[in-house]
């Protein structure tokens, strides 16, 4: 499995910002979305079923973030609204197999290279 994270940059507190996940190769049985700000662990942000029926989202991200599939394209959308400097990280998107959406990174086999994205204040 091969994944292309894209979209991240800067914007301004209370913006919004769209990340995708490209997914080629092996089709995946669930992706997720993480976060790793500088001298902090890696945090779990979404995920959802290969067929988008099932999803997660972590406390912080409810409300504002939504996660989505475009099917034709095999890719996987973070939106993002009302972002705050809190959220300035690098994103990443990853895939494993199976059926439960896990919040832990280490339950996760592919990885993205990441995408920063920074909030100005």
């Known amino acids: 499995v091969q994944l292309q994270a894209s979209g991240g940059g800067l914007v301004q507190a209370g913006g919004s910002m769209g990340l995708s996940c490209a997914a080629s190769?092996?089709?995946?049985?669930?992706l997720g979305w993480f976060r790793q700000a500088p001298g902090k662990e890696r945090d779990f942000v979404a995920a959802?079923?290969?067929?988008?029926?099932?999803?997660a989202l972590a406390d912080f991200a409810k409300g504002r973030f939504t996660i989505s599939r475009d099917d034709s394209k095999n890719v996987v959308w973070l939106q993002m609204d009302s972002l705050e400097p809190e959220d300035t990280a690098v994103y990443y998107c990853?895939?494993?197999?199976?059926?439960?959406?896990?919040?832990?990174?280490?339950?996760?086999?592919?990885w993205g290279q990441g995408t920063q994205v920074t909030v100005s204040s």
């Open positions: 990853a895939t494993r197999e199976g059926s439960i959406l896990y919040s832990r990174s280490t339950e996760y086999y592919y």
């Open positions: 190769g092996r089709p995946f049985d669930i």
């Open positions: 959802l079923t290969w067929d988008g029926r099932r999803k």
